[in-house]
């Protein structure tokens, strides 16, 4: 693990504890908990009732063994299949805030874009804001999300499963196809991921380079005209939006396009691949199986 501080507060004073390169994320808890009860730190109390507004933080809430704890989520959480029957709150843009209230949540965890924090804070109801746009945010967010509902070994073991996952995927990649350049798009417009995004960096991990950069933003509405200054190896994204890839201004002579290098996925598979969860590992596999199904160049 890299160099990092963990700091906790106990009254007015904080103690922190500098964790060295070899301590596994393990034998780091074990040490804190055994510091936080020499101080008399109470323990934390699971969260029993928890509101989701994003299908990220849905997935992650189970993952960490706490699924029985949701009471609502977006309207776009179908991960697993137990969360489909939960009551529906909404979305992003459009969180049914009296609807959530009448939950009575204990907990409402939301993204950063979400418009639904403050009116939520301002009628007494608990909300934990958690981001995760690359590989980085997405393990803090699963540690954080861990320590807030006392899970925090099932948080690191999670963590360290992803990063397994990753691994393995990487090397299922055939030889030939790393180093091949690749576009992702995400959604219309056309959107793309680009490389510092958490998609960009799963191609990465993968052995691809990819053509958009992250000077352009996570996840840049890009002029089409770009992919033909940067011609990609490979194509992946919604098969809705891709279908008629050839008749977009130029595309037709990509070479992905005349050799037929493209991963269209459907709407199953775009969610896989779209939600910084604990679902990561899982997309960077089916990457591979779609990558390993094209047909030769």
Not at 142 to 162: C, H, I, M, N, Q
Not at 166 to 195: H, I
Not at 260 to 273: F, G, K, S, V, W
Request: hydrophobic share 45%.
């Amino acid at each position: 693990m890299s160099v990092a501080t963990l700091r906790f507060v106990t009254g007015s004073a904080s103690v922190a504890w500098r964790r060295l390169p070899s301590v596994s994320p393990f034998v780091a808890i074990g040490l804190l908990s055994g510091l936080a009860a020499a101080q008399g730190v109470p323990t934390v109390q699971p969260v029993s009732r928890i509101v989701t507004l994003s299908p990220s933080l849905t997935e992650a809430v189970c993952a960490l063994g706490r699924c029985a704890q949701l009471v609502g989520t977006d309207r776009h959480s179908s991960w697993p299949g137990s969360v489909q029957s939960l009551p529906k709150v909404g979305g992003l843009e459009d969180a049914q805030i009296e609807r959530i209230v009448t939950l009575r949540p204990q907990m409402v965890l939301l993204g950063p874009r979400s418009r639904a924090a403050e009116r939520l804070q301002a009628l007494g109801v608990p909300v934990l804001t958690l981001d995760a746009r690359t590989h980085a945010d997405l393990k803090r967010m699963l540690f954080k999300l861990g320590e807030t509902l006392g899970e925090p070994l099932r948080a690191a073991e999670l963590v360290a499963r992803l990063d397994a996952e990753m691994d393995a995927a990487a090397t299922r990649l055939p030889a030939a196809l790393r180093g091949r350049t690749v576009y992702v798009e995400v959604g219309p417009a056309p959107t793309a991921a680009s490389e510092k995004s958490f998609i960009g960096e799963t191609v990465a991990r993968l052995g691809l380079v990819n053509v958009v950069g992250g000077e352009l933003g996570l996840f840049p509405k890009i002029n089409p005209e770009l992919l033909l200054r940067r011609p990609p190896d490979l194509i992946i994204g919604p098969r809705a939006t891709l279908a008629n890839l050839a008749d977009r201004p130029g595309w037709s002579t990509l070479p992905a396009v005349r050799q037929q290098q493209l991963c269209l996925l459907d709407a199953d598979r775009m969610d896989l691949l779209s939600r910084p969860g604990p679902r990561l590992g899982e997309a960077a596999q089916m990457l591979v199986d779609c990558l390993k199904a094209l047909p030769p160049r």
